[in-house]
């Protein structure tokens, strides 16, 4: 069945029933949703949360253009990324952890230790 | 050892221009080592004298000169052999050779060299000698005798080379080592002084020098060689040859230049400021530099490019007129003088001023005599105050001598004997070559023009003042009664050391002069023979441009008058100063001339007003304004100071704050991708 499938996919491009940029649309609107928050809030796990958002918005992008170009490209890029977050997340989930321990606080305004 | 002689087709070339004699050239192995063996001792000596003894210091440095005088000897007699205008050569490496200059380093022995390498190393010798027994208690005594022998390598140098750059090296060399053997107490800060003195005013006469040359490159022909074609001699045909005398002001300037140089070295007006400073070394240097050698060199340099400055007689009358001066005005100064070292330096430059003098009017044989002759009875006279200061523990000024006849009395004859020499006294040997040099003065015409009367009259009142100086030195000396410490008198003595070159010094003075008897006696000036092939070409008689008069009356009045006023100057001073202390006239120091004689004119002051002092402010300037300020201040301070503002401004973007840090990043990457679409 997957071969008949596949040979199917790569014969010919397909109308869709919802056009490509509507996808875009709300994956832009999506990164730009996650931006504001990693820009804005003091929180750093809300920071965390928006990134994700952002990758996630990517993510749609390239399923889209999958979809769009009847190839796995996108597919597989999505693939990477979603491995690569999921990783990131833990990453920086065990940062913020660390800084609480020490800070008892999650308040980006408060993490200047850099500064100057 | 060096390598074969020239071919002779470049020597039989020349022939052909109007101007020396120069025949073949032969090899002369031994030439080499006249130069060498005074670098070798002054190179033992300078590296490893402290650690040898007195007697090995002494055996290397007197042994190195005598050994080279006893060389240059030998090639003197070979030379001699050889038929006129032969000459040899010591063919060195080639120094550097461009498209159009070619400069090697070699070395030669004509006539006129051959009479300066005796006179260098033979009184040179004397001195070392001399110097053995004064320096005796001095620490530096090793390095003194290696910058003595330094000094003769350069002089040899100079006077053997066989082109400009050759002797420029020896030139250049001359000037250090003369810095460094006045200064040679050096901790005294004014006779460091004086040795700078000596070496800055030689450095402008340098100067000068190198941009003759340079300016002598545009004419010659792939040489500045003595002896080839396209050297020296070319660029003054070439010159001659312009029409309408278009090459007139350059060959002017060129002479000027050179005589600028040689005013430096041998201490003219106004270069000469240095040269009674000098006084500052030790005596034996005031002999060896300042009276028989260094200060020659400017004469001799002249005298080897005759036909360059013959070529040009508005040169050959300001020669003769600054030569004449400077004689006339350095005797004046030398009346009234009561250092013995500085009367006797006063006296130098007068001397060397006649000298000078003979270059200007064309009597080229007249200044190399008395060149040596000037080298035998001034040597003496310093190596016999030498003896004096010496014996009398370092006191110089002669209002503390007298009596010293019986005490001294080696001393005493050789030094009598000179001042009889340097006054014209006959037969010694100054009367000969001061008289030939005073009717030369008074006869000679170059290139159809006058005799320079000016000349031959300052020469003969500058004859009259030096008779009376002399003698007046002489005689507040070793006349009269001892003025000074009676302890130092009971001590004072004479050495072997000294007293042996006195005497050579001596005889030499008195009997020298016989090489040059006038031509009242036909055919007895071997001196003129002897450098005929340097200088014959140029009487009318063999197609020059000056022309010698044989009017042999004119001579005897001048030898007359001469003798009558050197006897009178003898008897004047005798008059005045052979007293006992109680009778001696006092100088009239409230008198205004005898205040502007004892200040010398206040030359020094003048230098110090107009030149000194400018160059201290435009030094100060430099230094504080644009050295400690500007480079300082603002290109060194100002560029740390500007890179700490800007590092200071950029450190407000890293305020710790990540968010921040990431807007940036967003908003770069928004901007980028705008101007990518």
Same mark, same amino acid.
């Given at each position: ?116 | ?68 005088? =006893? !060389?240059? +000897?030998?090639? *003197?007699?070979? %030379? @001699?052999? &050889?038929?006129?205008?032969?000459? #040899? ?108 003195? =000596? !070496?800055? +005013?030689?450095? *402008?006469?340098? %100067? @000068?020098? &190198?941009?003759?040359?340079?300016? #002598? ?59 009674p400073?000098?006084m500052?070394?030790?005596t034996?240097?005031s002999a060896?530099?300042h009276a028989a ?31 004449g001066?400077t004689a006339l005005f350095a005797a004046t100064i030398a009346l009234v003088q009561n250092d013995i070292k500085k009367v006797l330096a006063y006296s130098t430059v007068s001397q060397i001023g006649f000298m000078?003098l ?12 008395h060149?040596?002759t000037h080298a035998f009875f001034k040597a003496c006279l310093f190596l016999g105050s030498g003896s004096v200061i010496h014996a009398l523990?370092h006191e110089q000024d002669i209002r503390q001598m007298g009596g010293l006849r019986k005490k001294l009395p080696i001393t005493n004859i050789t030094f009598f004997v000179s001042c009889l020499a340097i006054a014209g006294i006959p037969f010694f040997a100054g009367f000969f070559s001061k008289d030939e040099i005073l009717f ?16 031959g009259i300052t020469g003969f009142i500058a004859a009259a003042c030096t008779a009376f100086y002399m003698f007046r030195l002489y005689y507040l000396t070793f006349g009269g009664t001892y003025r000074g410490d009676q302890?130092v008198y009971d001590?004072a003595h004479e050495?072997?050391?000294m007293t042996?070159p006195l005497a050579v010094l001596g005889i030499l003075a008195a009997l020298g002069g016989f090489?040059g008897?006038p ?37 005897v009045i001048t030898i007359v008058v001469s003798v009558a006023i050197g006897v009178a100057g003898m008897l004047i001073a005798r008059g005045m100063y052979n007293r006992s202390a109680e009778l001696l006239p006092v100088a009239p120091v409230q008198a205004s001339w005898h205040r502007v004689l004892t200040h010398k004119y ?76």
């Open positions: 069945m997957l071969p008949m499938l596949a040979e199917a996919a790569a014969a010919a491009p397909v109308v869709h029933a919802i056009p490509l940029q509507w996808f875009l649309i709300v994956s832009v609107t999506l990164f730009a949703v996650g931006s504001a928050g990693v820009l804005a809030r003091r929180n750093a796990l809300t920071v965390l949360m928006s990134v994700e958002i952002m990758l996630n918005a990517v993510n749609l992008a390239f399923l889209a253009f999958a979809r769009e170009w009847g190839n796995m490209h996108g597919h597989v890029v999505t693939f990477f990324v979603i491995a690569v977050a999921a990783a990131e997340a833990a990453i920086g989930l065990a940062l913020i952890l660390g800084i609480f321990r020490h800070k008892k606080s999650v308040n980006l305004d408060e993490m200047n230790a850099l500064k100057n | 050892m060096f390598l074969a002689s020239e071919t002779a087709h470049a020597a039989a070339h020349v022939q052909g221009l109007l101007g020396p004699t120069i025949g073949e050239a032969h090899p002369a192995d031994l030439l080499a080592w006249v130069i060498l063996l005074p670098l070798i001792g002054a190179f033992i000596n300078g590296v490893f004298g402290k650690k040898l003894s007195r007697g090995t210091v002494t055996t290397i440095g007197v042994g190195s000169v005598l050994l080279a005088f =006893a !060389f240059a +000897a030998y090639e *003197v007699i070979r %030379l @001699a052999g &050889l038929p006129d205008g032969d000459y #040899l050569v010591v063919k060195g490496w080639t120094w550097f050779d461009t498209h159009e200059l070619n400069v090697g380093f070699s070395f030669m022995l004509d006539h006129l060299s051959a009479v300066m390498v005796l006179v260098v190393t033979g009184v040179g010798t004397l001195i070392h000698v001399f110097s053995t027994a004064y320096m005796r208690a001095d620490e530096g005594y090793a390095k003194f005798f290696s910058y003595l022998n330094l000094f003769m390598f350069s002089m040899l140098i100079l006077i053997l080379g066989k082109n400009l750059v050759v002797l420029f090296v020896g030139w250049e060399g001359v000037g250090l080592c003369s810095y460094l053997l006045i200064g040679f107490w050096y901790k005294d800060m004014e006779k460091a002084e004086a040795g700078q003195k =000596a !070496f800055i +005013a030689n450095r *402008v006469g340098d %100067l @000068a020098f &190198l941009v003759a040359t340079f300016i #002598l490159l545009f004419y010659t022909h792939g040489s500045v060689d003595f002896m080839s074609e396209g050297g020296v001699q070319s660029a003054v045909t070439h010159l001659q040859a312009v029409p309408d005398g278009g090459g007139d002001m350059t060959l002017l300037v060129i002479c000027v230049l050179f005589f600028v140089a040689a005013c430096g070295k041998s201490a003219q007006i106004p270069l000469y400021v240095w040269l400073d000098a500052a070394g030790p034996p240097v060896l530099i050698t260094m200060v020659t060199a400017g004469v001799y340099m002249m005298a080897r490019m005759n036909p360059l400055f013959v070529a040009s007689p508005t040169a050959m009358t300001i020669i003769a007129v600054i030569g001066t000078v003979a270059i200007g009017v064309g009597n080229f044989t007249g200044a190399i005599f060149l040596m523990h030369n003065a008074l006869t000679n015409e170059i290139s159809g023009g006058g005799p320079n009367l000016y000349a302890h001590h050495e072997v050391a042996f090489v008897i031509h009242l006696i036909h055919d007895a000036h071997l001196l003129e023979a002897w450098l005929s092939p340097n200088f014959g070409w140029l009487s009318a008689e063999a197609g020059g441009p000056i022309h010698y008069s044989h009017d042999m009356l004119a001579e206040y030359v020094d002051e003048f230098y110090d007003f107009v030149l000194v002092r400018p160059l201290r402010a435009v030094a100060q300037f430099s230094y504080k304004v644009i050295d400690v300020g500007i480079i300082d201040g603002i290109f060194v301070r100002g560029s740390a100071i500007t890179v700490g503002l800007i590092g200071k401004g950029l450190r407000q973007l890293q305020n710790g704050d990540v968010q921040a840090y990431v807007t940036v990043l967003v908003v770069g990457l928004a901007t980028a991708l705008l101007f990518a679409a």
